[in-house]
């Protein structure tokens, strides 16, 4: 059985004004292509696909990366309709915030306490994502975050090489640095099989 996720990206009203579609559609691009160099498997099973809507802009006020998170959710959730064939949503703004958060994803739950909303749940789980400068990839970082994917899932693959998942406080799943320092888009090993598990266990979802 054929398993794979879909995910919508919306821009910001303020990333609509400021910056172009093409940008938006390259910034998805960067997403699936890090998904399909380390997450699809070789029979395309556990891809995710990415559509961009850039005439549904989403209003955000908070200059914090949370509350900002939670304006997006209830925003789109409130002014657009999307069909079920959507599994996330990820909101791209350009600016950072505040507190210098380059990001904010509901993680699902591992616990079952947690009333967190996760990737293939309805309503769409929402997560944002802006321009930093020293913390890349923070898009990529998000969705994954949707997935199940955590910040203890990083590697080191060299001198300030960091994969996708690492967070300044988080230790490499195999404890060989936690200097944080930058991120590429790619994900480690240690990802792959938290979120290929997520997709096979809400196999009904997606
Ligand atoms: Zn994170």
Redesign the pocket.
């Known amino acids: 059985m054929s398993i794979s996720t879909v995910a919508a990206i919306l821009p910001t009203h303020q990333f609509k004004q400021n910056e172009s579609s093409s940008l938006l559609n390259n910034r998805a691009d960067a997403i699936s292509n890090a998904w399909e160099t380390d997450i699809e498997d070789s029979s395309g099973d556990y891809s995710l696909r990415t559509h961009t809507h850039w005439d549904k802009p989403v209003s955000i006020s908070s200059d914090d990366a949370g509350t900002a998170r939670q304006e997006a959710a209830e925003y789109v959730h409130n002014n657009y309709s999307f069909s079920s064939k959507y599994d996330s949503i990820l909101v791209i703004h350009d600016e950072k915030w505040n507190d210098n958060v380059t990001?904010?994803?509901p993680?699902p739950p591992t616990d079952g306490d947690s009333d967190e909303i996760a990737a293939g749940n309805n309503p769409q789980p929402v997560a944002i994502a802006t321009t930093g400068t020293l913390i890349a990839a923070a898009d990529t970082?998000?969705m994954?975050?949707m997935y199940s994917a955590?910040?203890s899932d990083h590697e080191n693959w060299g001198v300030a090489e960091f994969t996708v998942?690492g967070?300044p406080s988080s230790t490499t799943c195999n404890g060989n640095d936690h200097t944080f320092r930058t991120r590429k888009n790619r994900f480690s090993d240690c990802d792959i099989t938290p979120i290929r598990d997520y997709m096979d266990n809400h196999s009904d979802l997606f």
Do not use: Q, T, V, Y
Request: charged residues 15%; proline residues 0%.
């Open positions: 990001g904010m994803a993680i970082h998000e994954g975050h955590r910040h998942m967070n």
